[in-house]
């Protein structure tokens, strides 16, 4: 959902004035497949130009595809009357009715996308994870945690009152990595309780030096809400090295930062 309208119904709602980037409106699609520049300014337009090109151009980029039904013609009357102190078509009422009214139907339909989108990787997540489960070498907990073993470690076991250290990758069933401590070159330290349950269980499988692959269903991730990048139902993998264990109640411990994955 656009940020245009909560902002344009905050302003409604507290008479405050509006950052003209949030003020976006919709490129008319046809035009947006055009490859053709805009005569509206050049190099040699005065500043006052280029000002006024500048925010109109953010504003209309700024909400491009999100507001993707609007009537540009009437964004710009009200643009135009608002601007010049002229009075209002409607009342500050009417808006506000008006603009609920609107964020409400686009919220509608942005949650049947997502159920949609989360009925479609829960089905292909529960496919994926039944063949993965076959394979030779992915093991199964009871939770429905699948993991392998790339290496196996010698040092250290924890327990979920403990921290480790660890480098990690992860990926979506389509191979896209959303993740890596390993290409931020840092690797991250955490209480085991502090990360989602997949991790939990999967890390206290491990000893120091281990490299694990986990296949983390989704009811052990993100589940049916996703977050950040990351869609609703989605079956994550991660390749998963332990470094360090650091105990709980030990001096380390309390100084270590509580870095959540």
């Not at 139907?105 to 994870?129: P, T």
């Given at each position: 959902m656009s940020r245009f309208i909560p902002v344009a119904l905050a302003v409604l709602l507290t008479g405050g004035a509006l950052s003209p980037v949030l003020l976006a409106h919709a490129a008319d699609p046809a035009a947006k497949k055009s490859s053709v520049k805009s005569a509206g300014v050049t190099a040699t337009s005065s500043d006052n130009q280029k000002v006024g090109y500048s925010f109109g151009y953010l504003m209309g980029k700024g909400n491009s595809e999100a507001v993707n039904d609007l009537?540009?013609?009437?964004?710009?009357?009200?643009?135009?009357?608002?601007?010049?102190?002229?009075?209002?078509?409607?009342?500050?009422?009417?808006?506000?009715?008006?603009?609920?009214?609107?964020?409400?139907?686009?919220?509608?339909?942005?949650?049947?996308?997502?159920?949609?989108?989360?009925?479609?990787?829960?089905?292909?997540?529960?496919?994926?994870?039944?063949?993965?489960?076959?394979?030779?070498?992915?093991?199964?907990?009871?939770?429905?945690l699948q993991y392998e073993v790339i290496k196996e470690g010698t040092g250290a076991q924890p327990t979920a009152d403990d921290q480790v250290q660890v480098h990690y990758e992860g990926k979506m069933l389509d191979g896209t990595v959303f993740d890596s401590s390993i290409a931020r070159g840092q690797p991250v330290t955490f209480p085991l309780t502090g990360v989602i349950p997949g991790w939990t269980e999967g890390l206290q499988l491990m000893k120091e030096g281990a490299k694990y692959r986990f296949y983390i269903p989704s009811k052990l991730a993100y589940g049916e809400t996703g977050a950040s990048t990351i869609p609703p139902n989605s079956v994550l993998t991660f390749d998963v090295e332990l470094i360090k264990v650091i105990k709980a109640g030990s001096d380390k411990a309390a100084a270590a930062p509580a870095d959540k994955k």
């Open positions: 009537d540009i013609e009437k964004f710009f009357a009200g643009f135009r009357d608002g601007y010049g102190n002229k009075p209002s078509a409607l009342t500050e009422d009417e808006m506000r009715k008006t603009l609920m009214a609107y964020k409400e139907k686009r919220d509608a339909e942005a949650m049947k996308e997502i159920q949609k989108l989360g009925s479609e990787n829960a089905a292909k997540g529960a496919a994926f994870l039944a063949e993965n489960g076959k394979k030779a070498g992915v093991k199964t907990t009871a939770s429905g």
